[in-house]
Every structure is written in structure tokens, then in C-alpha cells.
């Protein structure tokens, strides 16, 4: 019967709905409780930050990667190691800047978006702007400053969606002792 | 599995989001709870769209809660519900001995008192999947002993 | 080669329809809410049916000269109607032959309620999305168009 | 001689005719056996396995025995199966060989040369023997020996062929088994023989069926051949078998058709495409329509014609089925597909033609199918009919349109002409029907006969549909049918036969929120209203049209152009008003008051503002929009008050209204919002968390069933309300869209308002809305003038100016020129009038209106504050100083050393609760220009100050120490301490010997101050000292008030010094320096200064010969520790009462430490000797006296440090004293009695060289 028959197979894919159904949830109760999408963009940021803080510890533990070395190292593991990890995707990175302080991840396809259609009166809204504040926390506990930002977005009519990283600075306090 | 860790930090972060946002308003008890049960709801009427998209019609109330029991928690949390329990009324208790949502804190009583918020997303799936196959419903949570928990099902006769 | 797609909610009323030519809609929205007669009875049906014929699809509802109507109910009680030309015989032919076969799932009629069904299904995942509204929805709209200009 | 003597002409009535059985040989022999065999053959039935994998049948075998003639043997490629003889048998009884070899041997040969000929294998020789015939026969040959001959001759390998029938009419046991195993073999033969045949039957049919493509190639030979096999599948009994085979026929038909339609057509199609000239349909009555399968036959079939052929066919064999419920689904299908059919083929088919033809052959089949059910079955199976049904009244109605006999005044000529030309091609009824009554074919001539005639069909037919439909459930179809009839209704004119129609099609469309049905529906009934002249349900109907975004614009505005029309013309009678539900008008978005809290006091201005969204496409001008408002009187009044108002303000008064969804189904409004909270539950034993979890409050209100909601178009609910309480606004023009409208309104009675109705009238016509909800109220209060006084700061400050505030809430009164509040002071205190005194007025709800300068004159008793003039529920605030005098001391008199009592008595109260302020009530009684009871309010005020006073002495020189403690939070300027002695010693003079006149106290700071006692003579027991200083705050510069002074009064008793105690230590002889651990003496002397007393007055004095005594008691003790005192450290001494009088004592002390160390302490007591049980009598009523004066004295005493607590030893010694038995009693003099010179004196103490004595020191 059926039902039996797509259980196994389907399984996995689920709690990844079920995580983007939830974070749709999230978003659009942020939209009802704050009246404009620059409020509900940082309130998103600041969760994403939150979670990105914890989430590192997780990462950490479970891909053994060790410390990075500099800024393009990094791109690598969040693209080739975290994405893939923890949204089962790929971005590639592109545009360095000369100075290799800024790159951006290109998502062709973002699950958190999966089935969104963005009503036209949220114009402003930032969707996915957890993530920045995800990659922002979880870099800041390995002593990087960066900011992280939506230049494009498959929701807004573009062709891809671009996050562009820029490397602020590398927090030099709070070190764990004996490391360089 | 592996973005499991993220939805459960997503769960924690909606959680104390929710509460602190309440903390500035003057918001009363039920308030939070109440929100993160609408949530759930809007999600569970998804997720049962989908889980059900493949799957023979339903025969009746009962096959309807064996499967929430079973497809619908196993793809939700990896488990199924420990046991199910009717009066045959259109009351069900679902019982988890190890709700996913609570193995993050510690067993036993130490975070009793906060075991309730972590319980309201949940009631709202499993109201939001059951409405969305035509059964009106109220779920309610109950923890003693943590990570084990109870939802009652109360079904509305039409 | 469908004329008229509706989709109609657990209560009845519809949460999206749209018809071409646009002139007879009114005509096909009476035919669709007719054609709930023959689901409802369908419906009630199905439920004695052992569990493996207990298929979402059901597949012709009523013919009328002009056109058959054909249903679907997914398990949330929401109905898929579709309203196709009698002149196209495709559709007919091949549900009679497997019809009388007993599988469902090799009609062309399946198929296309198949397509519904997952499009709707996202539409239901649109967080944006109030469940019972009437559905506004670029997707869908686009799926839906090109079931009713594609012959099949 | 019966039938089997002439051969049978083929025919097709495949029921009756059976397989065909030749026999040759000897007939009379057959004709004899015949009966017995064909009711012997069928009885037995026989399996018969199939080629092609079909599944094999048990069928029961009939042949039709016919006498075999070579005609019968069918020609090559002669495809005719029912005439096929599928098995030869030749008959004998011969039995003797001559006999055989003559005649019989020859006739055999010839009958095998013919089958040989025809290459048929399918004989049987029977050889029937007969006892009977043998008896008269001599030359007997065994038995066997023919039927071996025949075998031999002519059965060579199949000697099965040849079977022995013996005394097939005797009745006996073997007759029986020859007769079964007769019967067998001729079953196997004949089953042998339908296969071979068939399955080559069907072989050359197939490799027809493939030559299809090639030209010339024509359908309807091949139908000829196929429906062939279909016949003997019938003949066989075999109806699935047979049905197959039309089914095939059909499909492959109808796919020629459609790949027609696609373009590549069969050329023999062509032939199908003449034009339709008959429309008589399907004919089911007999088993087959030979006319038409002719016409087939002949290639002259029209399309319908092969159709209903092929359509009747299926319908016999499904009805041998039994399955006549399939005939009416198919019988659908087969008329729609025929329609659809002669469209793709482009067949020209007369206007109605198939109309006819649909409408016959639904009524054919209906009535074919009744002919062979039971009611019961029928009714148990509407769902498969009732779509014919429909179908039918589907064609007789546009029939009836067609051949205008749905409109009012008859068909017209060219309506006649076609009707006559439809009749014309249903030709004559057919035979089989002409005798039944409601014949497809009359009912129908009939219906197109006349008007009334089709009026009564149609309705016949409609009725019963709906009734169909109804009795199944599917109401939607029902109501769809009713529709059709509610227009044939307006068609004819009689709108209140359709009206019901139209309502109910609309209830179910608006029950399950199908929008354009409804506006469609809507429009039908509002002419039919129209027509009927309902003018409320019409124009309540054209409002909502007029509203319905679903009609262009033209549309709208026609719809509104009527209600506003019907609205302009002046009614004949002016008292009627149509009330319509206001929703599809308007519709009310938002309200809100202003004040926006909604409260305002009786006689306040209230204007309400409310959004109403106009539906009408055009601006409708109203005459008066009111809202129909209901009063009662509220309970509490505590909401009605100011501070309520100021309290509750909400956050900006508006109140939203639900928007009114385009018409959802009543099951859509969902349940109330789930109210969960969190529960904590604990274990009653240790309070501690058992379980947590989420409840759900309003479970009750959720599991309740939900009553639908009533319809929408019901204007049933809509009653007009006439309440006295209306808010009105007049000539609204509504915009199509938002508009704004206010309502101003003057509060009248207190009480509560509620907003109940709102509606909007144009002429006679009532926009109601019925209930306005959510509930909307707005409060009118009274309230009674009221003054509150009270301090600025949190506590007065007695004897400096303090600010008062005074608040005058007006009220319902008006405070006119000249009111004035009127304050009798208390003589206490002081109401400052300052020249600048200003009154601001607020209005109630705070916002400041005005100010006014205020005038405020004291008399000696009255101070009057003439208020500024201020309106109703306004308030009035000023501030006044006041000033609190600290209480005056009147001239002697012991009650007046307390001062004023009250300040006393808290005193008192508040040393318990420890240091805080002393605090003064003053009342203050007010007269208001409002009410002719005066109002009392009470201020109290604190001293800033506490003082405490202490007596020191050197010899029997006396000081007092006053200290000022400053309590308040202010700093003072402290000016002209003075001290003067009260009382009646004169000669007692107190010398300041406080330096500055002028000096600053800062807040929580003492000041000291100290006098010295002189006198001259004999000094007084007591001093009566009262202290006072001018004060005034640090910070205010020139009061405009000269304040008074703070005072104190204070007693000091027995301060003059009686003794002198002294002590000296003494070195141990020969050192000239004590050393630890070394005993050297203590001599104290205690000397007296002074003669006898008032004071020694008591009962320790004893007269002796010449002087007096008194016993005293020395102790010497050393807290500190320093000596150890050996021997005995006390002990009584008599001492006379004289002066200079001394007495010595010496005692040895040992020094414990090394160093310049304080000499112990002497007391000294005196020494009350015991008196039998009346002193202690006495005692005790001393005692009371003390306690009885101490009252007045206490806060002198409690400062006085030494009297006080010599007092309080007193007190606690003799109390110990009581219990117990009675004993001398020990009494510390007061410390001004007793001065120690020595006190403060050290001496020096060398440590000792030797330890271990210190050790001995030590223990």
C-alpha cells in the first residue's frame, strides 16, 4: 500500500520541510507582529545570530574541521562543509575582492524558500536573512568579525541568490589560551 | 540527521524569542503559549498536506490518529509515539517517552517548570495536521518526568 | 485540454476555478459545484472500500455532452475538479480501457490531478499562505494555464 | 412426422435455434429416438475448454437434429455459423451382416464421400440394437459383429466414431448406461466441434479485422461477421462471450470516428456522414431490429442507425445479464458520444432533430429497463437512471424553445412548420409500441402538440428529476434542475412558481459561497421579484447587486439606479419605510469617540466618528444616518468619577469592525480562539513541581457543535429599533468607498450608552445594520464637588512655612465670582497669605484651561480663599503655605509642663517605634461654596528637632547639656538659645557658656548647648529648665513670617552633690610603684558635703543621740578588669549625715596588667534597711507614686540620663524586692548626688620581674 511505500524513501527529506514550514512560520509571525520588513530583517538577523553561536559548537564537533588559517579557508568550510551539512546544499563562491576580505555564496536553490511566494506588500522584507545573522554568530565565536548580506535573491525576481561576506576583523581577546 | 540540529536550535531560538518579545508588552501566560501553538498549527496543516499526498484515503478518525502516531511523528522526530491511547469518545492521549523537543534538557524535574513552552509548538502540528484532514481539534501536553510527555487529543463531534 | 480546473475546499466553496474561454465561465462554475453531488456520493463510496481502493482520484464524475468532469479529493477533503472538452477523446478512451483495468494511475486523467495535487501542496507550504483563502498564486496559476492549453 | 422432416429456413431469433445436427441413415429409427435424445442431451452439462486461453464454461447442449441433405454442408468460405452443421451422425439398427453388406455398407460410404467431400470430420455412426428385431431372426451373428464391420470400414484408428446405442427404449439398467455413454460422446463430439470451428471462425475474422487499412475494406461486412460469432456465443448461452464481440465493434467504431476527427477518415466512413433524415430512437423492445441490422447489411446504416443497432444489442445480452443498471450508464454514454459524434463528422442534422432522438431513446431505455425490474430495484438505483432522466427534460425543454412552446403567446407559424418537420422525421410508431399508452413516441408528439401539452411534460418530467435527485442527495443537481424550471416559470410568466426555485438554488450557492452562482442567481430572482412586486426583498436584492463586485459596472449602477429611484419617489403613504439589512449598502469599518476614553460628564460634548465603506457604485445622498443608541443606568459609579477618567485613557478610542468577507459558507466562521495556558501542578506534600503542561481554557466553548449561521438574505432579523437615545447626522452624501461621519452629541443622564443599531435612511427606505458588534459604549458620570488638601512634600515640617495643595474638584457645580472656601483655623496653625498666590483650572480630563490669581484674607479666626470662577468638572489647583507653631508653654501650672497633649502622646507612641520625628495634628474645618457642611481635613506635622538634655558636675559645680538633634532633611539656622529656670527657685542662675548667637544645624546633625548652675543658698531639689531657640530654615532667605522659636522642657532632680568619693592605691611598702601581681591597698574615702537635706529625707535616715545617719553602701568593682579585688569589695557604712563627715575603707587590690591603669570603680548606694511587711506595703505604694508622677516627667526622664536610669534601677530592684521575702534594699543615689573625684585617675603599674607569681596572680 502506498502509504508503506513512500515512508523509507521520503523520510529524510521530511524534517527538512519540516524545518523550512517552521521557519516560514517564524517569518510570518515576525511580519505580524512588527509592522515593517526592516524590523522583522533584524529581528531575523538577531535569531540567526543566536542560533549561529550555538550551531558552531555542533559544527565543530561533528565535521572535524580544524582551525582556518585565513578568510578563503573559511569561505571553503561553510560552503564545501557547513551548507552542505546543515541545508544539504552547495553554494559556490565567487567575486573575491582584490584585498580577499569579501566573497559572495551563490545558492541556486535555497531551501528555505521552497514553495514562498513573497506577497507584494513585503516588498522590503528580507526572507532568509537568518542566515547572515547564522554565519555572523557562528564566525564570531571563531574569533571573525564579518558581516554577511543578501545582494540577490531568487524570491526578489533574481536569478540566483547571492549572501555577500565581508570580513571585518579577527577578534583577538578572549583567545582560549595556548592557541597562536 | 543532520539539519536536525539546526530546526531544533531554530525551535529553541522561536521559543525565547517569543518569550522575550513577551517580556516587554505586558503579555499574560497564555499569550506565548498561544502563539507558538498558532505556529505550529500553520505548520502542521503543511506538513500534512504533504505526508499525505501519497497515502490511500483515510478509513475513519481512528486510522487517521495511528498514522499522525506513526508516518507523520517518525518524519517529524525520527520516533514514533510510544503509545496511543482512546476512549473511543474522540479522546486520545499520545504518548512519547522521549519527545525529541525535551532530550535537550536534562531528564528528571530540574527544568519541569520550562518543559511546557517546549510542548506548545508541538500541540499546534499535531491540531494544525489533524484540522487539515477535516478533524477539529483540542491538544493539550502534559510532562512529569522529562524527556517522556503526553498529548491529549480532544476531537470535536460535528 | 482541460477547460475548466477548480479547486474546492473541505466546505464546499471554491478556492480557486478558472475556465476558458472566459465567456461561459458562470457555466462552468455551475457544472463544477454540480459535480460535488457526484464526489460527496463518491466520497461516502470510497469510504466502505478496502484500503487499496481507496485512490484520491475518482476519477470520471458525470459526462454531459459537452464535456466530462473529472474528480479528485485529497486526503485534507480538498476536491480537484477538471472539466474537459468531450470533442478530446484521449482522455476518455484511456480511462475507459484502465479503467475497467482497475488502475487508475496509468490515466492520463491521474497524471494530471497528480500535477494539481503537488502545486497545491506547495501553495499549502507558501507560509504566506492563509489556508482557506483563495488561492493567489503565480505557480499555481502557471501549472494551471498549462494544463489547459496542453493536449494531451 | 415433426419438425425434423423438412429442413428449417436459417434464422436469426438466436434464442430459438440451437447448433445444427445432421442425420442420415435410418429416420424412422431417429424420429424414434429423437424425443428421448434432445430432453436427454441438455440435461448433463459439459465443460468446455476454450482456445485462447479463455477460461473454460460448463454449458448445457441442445442441438437441432435436421435431416442431413448435402445442401446443408456449407461451400467453401461460406461464413455463416448458425446454419453450420457441426455434426453428422448416421443411424442404423442393422444387424445382420446381409442386410449390411446390400444396403446399408453403400448408403454409409455415400454419406462419407459427401462429408469427405466438404472435408467435415465432425460424424458419428450410432448402431442401435434392439433384442426385439433379433428373436424372428435365425442366422444370428454375435452381437459385435456389425458394429466391428462398421468400424473396420469406415472408422480405421477412430473406432470411437462408431457407438452402440443398445435398446435405447427399453427401461432397463443397461439401456441407461448405453444411453450415458451415448450422450457423452456425442457432448465431446459436439464441444470438439465448436472449438475446431469456432476457433477457426474467429481466426479468419481476425486476419479480416487486419485487413482494415486495405481500401475497400468495409466495416460493415466485417460487423456481419463478427456479430456472426456474437450470435453463437448467444445461441450458446455464452452473453459475456457475445457482448465482447459488440463491445469490440463498438470501440473499433468509435476510434475510426475519432481518427477521423484527426483527420484521416476511413472512406466507408464517409457513408456514416449523410445527413440525418430520421430520428426515431433506440428501439429495445425486440431482441433484434432486423430493419436496421439490413440496413447494415445493405451499407445504408446512417450513423444513428448503426448506433442504436449496435446500442439495442449490447442491451439485450446485458439484460440477459442481469445487469440493467449498466444499460442506463451506457445508455448516457452512447447518446452523448452519438452527439458528439455527428458534430466531428460534420453530419447536417435539422434543428431539434437530435433533440427527438436523445428524448426518445432516454425515455426508451428508462421505460425497457422499468419493463423488466421491480419498483423496489428502480428505486434502490435512481443514481444510475436519474441522469437520463435529467437528460431528457434537458432535451424536451429546449425542445420546447426550439418549437416555441415555452413562451406566452403560442408558437408562430415557422415555430409550427419546424415542429411539424421534427414530427416528420420520428416517421410512425413502430408496432411493438403502438399499443402501450406513454409510448416514447406519444409522449413526445404529444409534448410538441401543444403549449399545455409540453407545459405538462416538462413539468412531469423536471419534477420528477428533481424528486430523483432529492431522494439520492444530490441536492446541488436538484436545485440546478429547479433553476431551469424557475426560468421556464418566468418564460411563462408566473414568477411566483419560479421564486421558490431561484430562493432555494441560492440558499445552497450562498450556503457554500459560490460566488458567481449567487450573483447570477440574485439577478433571476430580482426581476422575478421585481415581477412579483416585492418591493423590500427586491430592493434589498438589488442592494446587494448593486454591491456585488461580480457585475460590470453598467450593471451595478442599474441595480443601485433602482433602489435609489424607488427611494426618491414620494410614497403614497408617508408612514411606510422598507428596511433593509445595511451590510450590502454599506458597511461600518471603524468608530471612535472623542473624548477617546468614550467617557464624558453630563452636559460634556461626545462626538463619535465612524468609517462606513459605501458599496453602491455611485454616491448615494442619505437624509440621516443614525445610530439608535440604548441607555442604562450604571451600576458602579466609581467608573464615573475623574480619576477614573484620567485613569482609563485609552491608547486611541477606535474600535475596528470585522470586514464582511464576500458571502462565505456559514461553516467556514471557525471556532473561537483556543485560550491555552501553562499548568503547573504540585505535589500537595513538598510544594514541589509534579507536572507541568498546556491547558486549554475554553474547552467547553470549542466542542460544542456550531449552529450554522442563518442566511444572509434573510431580512427577517432586520427590526427597526426606536429608542429615545438616537445620534443623528443629517444629508450624508456616501462616496462610493471609505467615508467619514461624525456625530456630536451633549451627555445627559450619568450612565452607560450603548451604540445599538445603525441606519441609514434614504426616503423611505432603512439601511439597517442590526446589531453593532463588537459592543461599543460610552459613559456619562455626575460627579459631586470635592476639595482634597494635601502636603507638596511627604511630610510637613512643624514651626517653618510649608506648601499645601489644595485641589477643588468642581463637579457638577459652577464656581461663580465671589465663592470662597472658608478655613476656621486651628489656633495652631497659620495660614500665610503671600501676595503671589495663583490658581491654575484644568478641565477633567487634565488639560489646563486657565489661571487665575488668588485671594486669600485671614481674620485672627477665619482665613477665606476666594476661588477663581471655574465651569462644571473643571479643577481648581493652588498651593498655600502654611505654618505650624510649635506648641506654646502657658505660664506654671504642672499640666501645662507637657505643652500641648497631642504632640505628647505621639511622642510617646513613636519612641517605640524608635527615633523618628515628633508629629503634630492640626484640623482644619473648610465651609465650601457647594455644600453647607463643612469639611474637615487634617494635616499633620512634624518637629524637625529632638532635644535631650544631661546634667554633668565637677565637685559640686553643676552643668546642664542640652542636645539639639536636627530629625528633618533640612538644614537649619539656629539663633538665640536661651534656658530659663521655671518654677520658684529664684536664686538658681544658669550661666550660657555657649559662644556663637548664631549657628547652622545641618539636616540629621545635633547641636550641643551647655549652662552652669549657680546658687547661693540652700539650692532647690529640682531645676524646671525650659530651652528654646529661634530656627529657621538654612536656605530661605528673609522669611516674610517671623517664626517662633522651638522649645523644650526638661526637670532635673537631686542634682546637688551629697558625697565625695575618693580612692588612692598605695604602692606596697617600700616600692614606690605598684607591680603586677603584687597586692597594694585601695583606700577610698567617702566624705559628705553637705548638712541634712530635704533629700535625705527618708527612710535610711536614723536619729542617733546628736546627729543623724544614713546607711550607705560602698562596692568596688572593676569591670575592666585590671585589679583583682581581695577581700571584701563592699560593704555598708552608717554615715552621718553632717558635713565633711568621712569614712575610709581599705582593701588590698592586686594590679593584673603592667601600665597606667584606671583605678576601679566605687559605687555607692544607700543602704535601706528592711522593715517588716508593711514597708515593703509602703514600698510598693512609693512605687506607685513614682510611676503615677513619672507619667508626666517620662520624656524628661528618658533623656535624663542619670536620674532616669537610677530611676529605672529603683524600679527594677524593689520590683525584685516584691517577690520574695522581704530583705534591705539597696538604692543607687542619683549620679548628681554622688560626685567621684578620682574618677579618671590612673596609676602606674610596673610589671614584675617574676612570672610565675603573676602566674599564682592569675589563677
New interface residues.
Partial sequence: MSRQANRGTESKKMSSELFTLTYGALVTQLCKDYENDEDVNKQLDKMGYNIGVRLIEDFLARSNVGRCHDFRETADVIAKVAFKMYLGITPSITNWSPAGDEFSLILENNPLVDFVELPDNHSSLIYSNLLCGVLRGALEMVQMAVEAKFVQDTLKGDGVTEIRMRFIRRIEDNLPAGEE | ???????L???N??V??VYK?AEQGEVE??RC???L????F??G????????????????ELDIMK?ICK?FW???F?KQIDNLRTNHQGIYVLQDNKFRLLTQMSAG?QY??H???Y???T?GLIRGGLS???I?S?V?????SMPACKFQV?I??? | MAVCIAVIAKENYPLYIRSTPTENELKFHYMVHTSLDVVDEKISAMGKALVDQRELYLGLLYPTEDYKVYGYVTNSKVKFVMVVDSSNTALRDNEIRSVSAGDWRTTPGWWMFRKLHNSYTDVMCNPFYNPGDRIQSRAFDNMVMSMMIQVC | MAAPEEPLPPVIYTMENKPIVTCAGDQNLFTSIYPTLSQQLPREPMEWRRSYGRAPKMIHLESNFVQFKEELLPKEGNKALLTFPFLHIYWTECCDTEVYKATVKDDLTKWQNVLKAHSSVDWLIVVVENDAKKKNKTNILPRTSIVDKIRNDFCNKQSDRCVVLSDPLKDSSRTQESWNAFLTKLRTLLLMSFTKNLGKFEDDMRTLREKRTEPGWSFCEYFMVQEELAFVFEMLQQFEDALVQYDELDALFSQYVVNFGAGDGANWLTFFCQPVKSWSGLILRKPIDMEKRELIQRQEATLLDLRSYLFSRQCTLLLFLQRPWEVAQRALELLHSCVQELKLLEVSVPPGALDCWVFLSCLEVLQRIEGCCDRAQIDSNIAHTVGLWSYATEKLKSLGYLCGLVSEKGPNSEDLNRTVDLLAGLGAERPETANTAQSPYKKLKEALSSVEAFEKHYLDLSHATIEMYTSIGRIRSAKFVGKDLAEFYMRKKSPQKAEIYLQGALKTYLAEGWALPITHTRKQLAECQKHLGQTENYLQTSSLLASDYHLTEEQRKYFCQEVLSFAHQQSDSPGHRVVLPMHSFAQLRDLHFDPSNAVVHVGGILSVEITLCSQMPVPVHVEQIAINVHFSIEKNTYRKTAEWLTKHKTSNGIIKFPVETSPFPASQNILPALELYEMFERSPSDNSLNTTGIICRNVHMLLRRQESSSSLEAPSGVALEDGAHMLRCSNVTLEPGANKITFRTQAKEPGTYTLRQLCASVGPVRFVLPHIYPLVQYDVYSQEPQLHVEPLADSLLAGIPQKVKFTVTTGHYTVRNGDSLQLSNAEAMLILCQAENRAVIYSNTREKSSDAALRVQSSDKVTSISLPPAPAYHVIEFELDVLSLPSVPAAGGESDLRGTPEPQRKHKDRQTAGHCMVTTDHKVSIDCPWSIYSTVIALTFSVPFRTTHSLLSTGTRKYVQLCVQNLSELDFQLSDSNLVATGDSTDLQLIPLNTESQQCICSKQPVFFVWELRWTQEPPPALHGQFSIGFSPASEERLSVSLKPYTYEFQVENYFTLYNVKAEIFPPSGMQHCRTGLLCSLEVSITRLSDLLEVDKDEALMESDQCFLTKLMYEVVDNSSNWAVCGKSCGAISMPVAARATHRVRMDVMPLFAGHLPLPDVRLFKYLPHHSAHSSQLDADSWIENDSLSVDRHGDEQSDGGSGRSRGSVHSASSAEHKGLPMPRLQALPTGQVFNSSAGMQVLVLPSQDNHVLEVSVT
Avoid: Y
Wanted: charged share 30%.
Fill in positions: 540527521m543532520a539539519d536536525e540540529a539546526l530546526f536550535l531554530l525551535h531560538e522561536i525565547s524569542g518579545s501566560n497564555g503559549i498561544t502563539k501553538e498558532n505556529m505550529g500553520r505548520v496543516q503543511g506538513l500534512i498536506e504533504r505526508f499525505t499526498k501519497d497515502t490511500a484515503r483515510f478509513k475513519d498514522f508516518d517518525t518524519t517529524v525520527k524535574k519541569l517548570e518543559a511546557s513552552k510542548l506548545a509548538f500541540c487539515n484532514l477535516g477539529k483540542i493539550t501536553a502534559e510532562v512529569s480532544m470535536q463531534k460535528l
